[in-house]
C-alpha cells in the first residue's frame, strides 16, 4: 500500500464518529498495557481529537488529521503495519498525527515520524514508526 492510497485525514469526522473506540493490539509506546482508548471529537469541523485510555484518564493524547497542517503529508506504511491492521486497502486507513502543545500557540508541534493509524473498518489502530524516512518528530505547526 503506498502513500498516495492512504487517507490523509480531510474528513476525519466522519469516520471517527462511527468508531469512538481503537484497539491498539500493540499498545502505544510510552503506554504499557494500554490496548483500548476512545477517540472523541473536540471541535466540529473534525480537525481535533482527543484519544484517551478509559481505564486510565491521565492517558490521553491530542491528535490531528496531518491535512490541517501539512497538506503534502503522505507516508507510506510498511507491509507489517498493513498486516497488523488488517487493511485490505488505503481507504481504509485513517491517518492522524499526535500534537504536543506548548506555553504558547507557537510552540505546538506535531509528530510527523509515527502517525496514529487506524482501520476504520475495524476499529484497529497502531502508532507505526516510519523507519528511515527522514520525518520529525516535532514539526513546528505555525508558519
Known amino acids: 500500500m503506498t502513500a498516495s492510497t492512504l487517507t490523509d485525514g480531510a474528513d476525519v469526522s466522519t469516520t471517527t464518529t462511527a468508531l469512538p473506540t481503537l484497539n491498539f493490539p500493540s ?5 504499557p498495557g494500554r490496548h483500548e482508548f476512545m477517540l472523541e471529537g473536540l471541535d466540529p469541523l473534525g480537525a481535533l481529537f482527543d ?4 481505564d486510565d484518564p491521565s492517558v490521553r493524547l491530542l491528535l490531528v488529521p ?24 488505503g481507504d481504509e486507513a485513517q491517518i492522524l498525527v499526535v500534537l504536543t502543545t506548548g506555553a504558547t500557540a507557537a ?7 509515527a502517525p496514529i493509524v487506524v482501520n476504520i473498518r475495524t476499529g484497529a489502530a497502531a502508532q507505526v514508526i516510519l ?11 505555525a508558519r
Do not use: K
Request: net charge negative; charged share 10%; with cysteine.
Open 27 to 31: 499498545g502505544i509506546p510510552g503506554f
Open 51 to 54: 484519544l484517551h485510555c478509559p
Open 66 to 89: 496531518p491535512g490541517v497542517f501539512f497538506p503534502d503529508y503522505l507516508p507510506e506504511l510498511d507491509q507489517s503495519s498493513i498486516d497488523l491492521l488488517g487493511l485490505v486497502d
Open 107 to 113: 510552540q505546538a508541534t506535531a509528530n510527523l515520524l
Open 131 to 141: 523507519s528511515g524516512s527522514g520525518l520529525p518528530i516535532r514539526a513546528p505547526i
